[in-house]
């Protein structure tokens, strides 16, 4: 069990070979869910990367989960949260709370007033999580209109 105290978040750059793996996880896990084509990835060689903040959860040295936030408009007001992720074998920790309350205070920091999410229909603990934390259901946006398997969630930050 890790205690809350040896839990750190950190902002690293996109390069980051933590934040890859915990991503690379992240997909094999998604991949065992649903249909490859509906897997919503980071185009990691996209420039645009640049703009988004990602987190690596680490409980000591140990990278556990990852996080990011993606502007969806030019002056930050609305983002999008992406490819958040919390290793299996620390999960029901509170890590994923801490880690979205975190990501959420630097959407505010960044001047963001709200946040939006895709997640998968075969997703009931990260629907969960969303809901506890005030995410509510949203009609589907960008690309994931259309998607069947597709859940969009909103919170306000204001």
Do not use: W
């Not at 084509?37 to 645009?48: A, G, M, N, Q």
């Not at 959407?107 to 603990?125: D, F, H, S, V, Y």
């Amino acid at each position: 069990m890790i205690s809350n105290s040896e839990v750190n978040f950190v902002v690293v750059e996109p390069e980051s070979r933590e934040l890859r793996a915990l991503i690379d996880r992240l997909d094999v896990e998604l991949k065992a869910r649903y249909p490859h084509e509906t897997i919503y990835v980071v185009d990691f060689s996209d420039p645009k990367v640049r703009e988004m903040t990602f987190v690596v959860a680490y409980a000591g040295d140990k990278p556990v989960g990852c996080g990011g936030l993606r502007p969806l408009d030019p002056d930050s007001s609305v983002m999008e949260l992406k490819r958040f992720y919390v290793d299996p074998d620390t999960r029901k920790q509170g890590i994923a709370n801490r880690m979205l309350l975190d990501l959420e205070q630097k959407a505010r920091a960044a001047g963001c007033r709200e946040i939006r999410l895709e997640t998968g229909i075969k997703q009931p603990e990260a629907i969960a999580l969303y809901e506890k934390h005030g995410y509510r259901p949203i009609d589907l946006f960008g690309p994931y209109i259309g998607d069947p398997d597709s859940l969009c969630y909103g919170k306000s930050l204001s």
